[in-house]
Nanobody, 125 residues
Framework: QEQLVESGGGLVQAGGSLRLACSTS????????MGWFRQAPGKERQFVAV????????NYADSVKGRFTISRDKAKNTVYLQMNSLKPEDTAVYYC??????????????????WGQGTQVTVSS
């Protein structure tokens, strides 16, 4: 069983920045990837970004391209989401997720095996 723990959420004004972190309880091996999703009240959970653990290849939702950056620190078993130029529509609970057999279907929640508990991000206008 893998445990994911998120941190770094909070309240920020529009145009501001936050950095989320997600640490995993085990060392990644094989075709492993970690992603970030978000869920606003009354809406479905949606893909934000993903990074493959060994090569560091990343993909982003169109809504965050150019503003968010996903990265990983292998030594710390941690993935980060740097969020800049935040907008009120970025307000949501942000979840990290681990895919232990990554096949490229990164936008789908069913692709991921483990999920963190979520961290609230609120952007005020």
């Amino acid at each position: 069983q893998e445990q994911l723990v998120e941190s770094g959420g909070g309240l920020v004004q529009a145009g501001g920045s936050l950095r989320l972190a997600c640490s995993t309880s085990r060392r990644a091996f094989g075709n492993y990837a970690m992603g970030w999703f978000r869920q606003a009240p009354g809406k479905e959970r949606q893909f934000v970004a993903v990074i493959t653990w060994h090569s560091g290849d990343s993909n982003y939702a169109d809504s965050v391209k150019g503003r968010f950056t996903i990265s990983r620190d292998k030594a710390k078993n941690t993935v980060y989401l740097q969020m800049n130029s935040l907008k009120p529509e970025d307000t949501a609970v942000y979840y990290c997720a681990a895919d232990t057999h990554y096949s490229g279907n990164y936008e789908y929640t069913g692709e991921y095996d483990y999920w963190g508990q979520g961290t609230q991000v609120t952007v005020s206008s």
